[in-house]
């Protein structure tokens, strides 16, 4: 069975800024949020490094159910589980993929596409396989987008008041100037 992620596992509505900074602070007070391959598997994420297109999407991260056997304890061996004929579970099979070529730190596409696994309305509510893409066309993603860099930020960038500037964020987090930009203006507006 996953580990249910921390937080909930799907929002039925847009996350708030707020809710967002309290769920980044979650993650970094039990992780390093560079440890992309360490926490992918604590929470049984496939994690897929791919060289795709030069500056092209930098990840994306897709839902697919699994059809398994049911396995139930067996009362003689609880060592082995028995079979019960016929009997299947659907679980998710969470994977999120990293363009190494996209020139983003892995770690930004990791966090970015973790919220849409975990956070996007349109992530699990919407069907059972969808796939996502980081830059997508269209108004409807383009909020989400919107939250999915905020929550990338609040994690990777836990504070700037050290910071005068963007390219001061970059060096000392190791964040894209996308990121810094955005998480300049995620604590500025609090
Ligand atoms: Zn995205």
Request: net charge negative; aromatic share 10%; charged share 25%.
């Amino acid at each position: 069975m996953l580990e249910a992620p921390i937080g909930s596992i799907s929002s039925p509505m847009p996350l708030r800024r707020e809710r967002i900074v309290q769920l980044a602070s979650d993650i970094r007070a039990r992780y390093n949020p560079r440890e992309i391959d360490y926490i992918a598997s604590e929470h049984g994420i496939v994690l897929i490094r791919s060289a795709g297109a030069v500056g092209r999407d930098a990840g994306f991260a897709y839902i697919e159910f699994v059809r398994r056997p049911e396995l139930i304890e067996s009362l003689s061996h609880p060592d082995r589980p028995v079979l019960v004929w016929g009997g299947w579970r659907k679980e998710p099979l969470y994977s999120i993929v990293i363009n190494t070529n996209s020139g983003i730190p892995e770690a930004e596409v990791f966090w970015h596409e973790w919220y849409h696994l975990f956070h996007s309305p349109l992530g699990i509510q919407r069907s059972e396989r969808f796939e996502h893409r980081y830059s997508t066309d269209g108004a409807l993603h383009h909020q989400e987008e919107r939250r999915a860099e905020e929550f990338a930020a609040a994690v990777l960038v836990p504070s700037i008041e050290d910071c005068m500037t963007i390219f001061e964020i970059c060096e000392r987090f190791g964040v894209s100037e996308r990121l810094a930009d955005r998480a300049m203006k995620l604590y500025s507006s609090h």
